[in-house]
Each structure stands twice: as C-alpha cells, then as structure tokens.
C-alpha cells in the first residue's frame, strides 16, 4: 500500500540550530511531493513542493528538502530555526501522474523552538 | 495564493442531528476538491474526492451514506455529517487544487463537537 512515513514526531531545538525533518514514501513510481506547515489555530500552507527537475527545492521561509529518488526520501532542512518556526510540519505524496492532488499525509512532526 | 474558505470554523451539534460544512473555492474555479479528516494529534486522512457534477469518491472504510458529499457548483463543495455521534467529533479539512499537478490549496478546517 502507498505510505507516508515522518520519523520524527516531536523535535524541540533551540533558536539557530540546524533542523532536519525526515520523510519517506512507499512507491516505486512517480511521485509529487509536498511539506506543508500548520502553524497554531492556522490552516496548512505549502512550505515547498516538488514535481519534477532539480531534486534540491527550495521554498519558502528559508526551508529547502531533497529528492533522493533511491532512497524513497523528501527530507526537509532548515540550516537555522527561528522560535517563528514552531509548528506542525507535514510531508504529503501525490503517487502517480496526471490528474488532481489526491494527497497522503504523513503523520507529521511537531516542532517547538525555544528562544 | 488560491484562497480557500470552509464554514463554519466550528460548530457543536446535538448526537443524532446532521451538520454541513462548506468548502469555497474564492478566486478560482475548482472542478475536484477533496475532504479530510484529522484527529488530535494525528495526521489528516483523506476522506473522499468531490467531484463537481458527477459522485463523490470515497476512500476504503469511509461510510458513504453518513459523509454526504455535494459538489454542487464549480466553487463549493459540501460535505454532511449525518447522523452525527460523539465518534464523529474530529477536524475536517477541505482542499481544491487549481489544476491537475498542481499544489492544493486548504482551508482552515472545521471543528466539529458532537455531544
């Protein structure tokens, strides 16, 4: 069966360090790939996506991930987190081409800077 | 970005009665939306597919008759508790993409109390 899997449930850092988020699929075919955030009491917003090209996205709010078609992977890095950046934090899958977002969710990770 | 509403953002209802939430499209025509269902601390499970004109297509285990979906015009969708039971408490979550492989867009959910 198609899966989302994020390792990482909850994660508390301190404000400046370095975040990474991992993100794994079940798939061998094609895929679009997404992280959305969900800030407190606040609807999800795209942080990145990736369709197709170079496998390093970059998005919004400093935030980059990495394709890494071989390991099944769509991992989400941050080199330095603001206490802004607290928030839930989900990786969603598209398996297949063509046709609408039909969207899988991983079960997301929580994330609590601290100042 | 697209912008997409859903309401009421929350709503209480007696066990037994029905409960409807919508889901508009605001500034875009959206021909497929998609419903979601997320428990606390959990991750959003895709619930159904709404399609505009034709029936909705519900995931495995989704019992169609209780979540009635109407996909009544090319910018709202609405889905139905009927019969609402406590079980039923949880937060449902609209998406409508602007294309095929395109992002989708959320609204900011419904918090749905059944006592």
């Known amino acids: 069966a198609q899966s989302v899997s994020q390792h990482n449930h909850h994660v508390i850092l301190s404000e400046a360090a370095s975040l990474e988020l991992g993100c794994n699929y079940s798939?061998?075919?094609?895929?679009?790939l997404f992280w959305y955030v969900q800030y407190p009491g606040q609807h999800l917003q795209l942080l990145l996506k990736?369709?197709?090209?170079?496998?390093l996205v970059k998005g919004i709010k400093g935030f980059e991930a990495e394709f890494i078609k071989s390991k099944f992977s769509f991992n989400l890095r941050k080199p330095s987190v603001q206490w802004s950046d607290t928030a839930e934090y989900f990786c969603?899958?598209?398996f297949g081409t063509g046709g609408y977002n039909k969207l899988i969710f991983g079960a997301g990770t929580r994330l609590a800077v601290h100042p | 970005g697209a912008v997409v509403s859903q309401h009421p953002s929350r709503v209480i209802c007696k066990s037994g009665t029905s409960v409807k939430i919508e889901c508009r499209s605001l500034?875009?025509?959206?021909?497929?939306m998609f419903w979601y269902r997320q428990f606390p601390k959990q991750s959003l499970m895709l619930m159904a597919t709404?399609?505009?004109?034709?029936?909705?297509?519900?995931e495995q285990g989704v019992e169609k008759d209780k979540f009635l979906i109407n996909h009544a015009s090319l910018t709202l969708s609405t889905l139905t508790v009927t019969s609402a039971h406590p079980e039923d408490s949880s937060f449902y979550i609209c998406?409508?993409?602007?294309?095929?492989?395109?992002?989708?867009?959320f609204g900011q959910g419904t918090r749905l109390t059944v006592v």
């Open positions: 998406s409508a993409p602007t294309g095929t492989n395109t992002e989708a867009f």
């Open positions: 798939y061998g075919g094609t895929v679009n």
């Open positions: 990736y369709f197709s090209g170079d496998p």
């Open positions: 969603a899958v598209k």
């Open positions: 500034d875009f025509q959206a021909t497929t």
């Open positions: 709404s399609n505009e004109g034709s029936k909705a297509t519900y």
